[in-house]
């Protein structure tokens, strides 16, 4: 059977759902009705080759599980929007907005936390050496989470994860970019380059696989820099500097971003 809208054939196995719709009609995506189920997620993951579908995690508003994915507050845009956007141009973009000082700001900040970078972008890092397949990365990543109690199995018409928030309408972001797309133009990149895969998207969370990560201290601080350009909020609300972000993200085989 189709999926209620969806256009595509879903998947005997799924639990029970519904798609949801913009204000147009036009399907974003199929949510479940109860808790996102581990197995089911897993087995979805290496169907999406001939499903086309790609499933995440989706988990609400700590104090209001309905927000956003049931409650409409969502702003879908284009796929076709982050093809405008070059993740290079976008992460000096940020870098160049971030450390511009405002007029409320001291025109002397030494810019500390971005050591050894400064006010100075330094660009996307290499590519890094893959420990295991993307695929391979996500499915283990899938088992080591513990989504909450609200968290709900999410599938979108996407020919990859990285295209995902677009197409649902995901405003995470808001507070650092009012446009997801160049946001997305980078997360294609870590695909790309990490063997990134969207596992689990929140209110304003993100949490990635990742089967590539960086091994060395200096890889990792370029990393860490790109992190600073996405997520300037998982460096100045955490550990404070670069370095110290940089050897928490070291050889780890999954990244978490949140917006405050």
Not at 114 to 121: N, W
Not at 196 to 210: C, H, N, Y
């Amino acid at each position: 059977m189709t999926g209620r809208g969806m256009g595509v054939e879903l998947p005997e196995y799924l639990p029970s759902g519904r798609v949801v719709v913009d204000g147009q009609g036009v399907p974003l995506f199929w949510l479940s009705d109860g808790p996102a189920e581990v197995g089911v997620h897993r087995r979805l993951l290496a169907d999406h080759g001939r499903t086309g579908l790609w499933p995440v995690i989706a988990e609400g508003h700590p104090q209001d599980p309905l927000r956003p994915w049931q409650s409409g507050e969502l702003s879908p845009q284009p796929v076709s929007d982050i093809d405008r956007y070059d993740a290079a141009a976008v992460m000096r973009g940020f870098w160049t907005d971030w450390v511009t000082p405002q007029e409320h700001e001291e025109e002397d900040h030494d810019f500390a936390e971005l050591e050894p970078f400064g006010r100075t972008c330094p660009g996307l890092a290499e590519p890094g050496e893959a420990m295991a397949s993307p695929e391979a990365a996500a499915d283990w990543y899938v088992g080591e989470l513990e989504p909450a109690a609200d968290a709900r199995l999410m599938l979108a018409r996407v020919k990859r994860g990285a295209d995902l928030p677009a197409m649902a309408g995901w405003d995470g972001p808001v507070n650092h970019s009012t446009d997801v797309a160049p946001l997305l133009a980078m997360l294609r990149s870590w695909e790309e380059r990490f063997g990134a895969r969207v596992v689990r998207i929140g209110f304003d969370t993100l949490d990635l696989s990742i089967a590539a990560p960086p091994t060395t201290e200096e890889h990792a601080l370029h990393v860490a820099a790109e992190h600073w350009a996405f997520c300037p909020d998982n460096i100045d609300q955490g550990p404070g500097s670069l370095r110290e972000y940089a050897a928490a993200i070291r050889g780890l085989n999954s990244w978490s971003f949140w917006w405050d």
